[in-house]
Structure formats: C-alpha cells, structure tokens
C-alpha cells in the first residue's frame, strides 16, 4: 500500500518507517478503542536504530468506518519523523527523554 522511510542521518543510523497496509486481523482502535470492528487497514511506525541495535513498532489498526483516518495517522507519523531529522529538536526530544549519549 503506502510506505514512508525516514533517515534521521543521526549516530544512531536512526530510520522511521511508516507504511499502511491491508489487514485481515485485529479490531478497529477508533473512538478510543471502543469501535471494536474487524480491521481492514493498519498503520504501523517502526523506529530502527543501529547503534545499539535496536527495533520498535506502533501499530493502529481501523476498519472500513474508520479508514479515511489511516491517511491522517500516516502523515501525522511521517511529519513527527521529519521533525526529528532537525538536529535541534532531535537533541531537545533525546534530552527530554533522558537519553543523555
């Protein structure tokens, strides 16, 4: 379906990947978690990182309902992810996170 890579360009060898898939699991997350509909699309954000080795995955899944929200919910993740391609926000996020090398 869609999928957004992201390079950070940072130490870390830090890459965001957003994609949007067809899904034939899970229930719809939409209104709070409480729609409960068989889903049909999920978008999933994954962070990997080389140094350390390290993977993490988000994913929200929706149902036919609720799939206009999927474009929404991808771009809002690409967008985070462009943001912290600026050294500047990326050091005040880590920062704020306690992550301190």
Known sequence: MTTT????HDDRETTFTVQTVAVD????????????????LAVRHTVDQQRPTESSTQRV????????GAAHMHGVWV???????????RAQFLAEAGVTS
Do not use: Y
């Open 61 to 68: 899944t929706v149902c036919a309902e609720h799939q206009d």
């Open 5 to 8: 890579t992201i390079p950070l």
């Open 25 to 40: 699991t899970g229930e719809c997350c939409a209104e709070n978690g409480n729609c409960g509909k068989p889903g049909i």
């Open 79 to 89: 967008a985070a992810a462009r943001e912290m391609q600026d050294p500047a926000k």
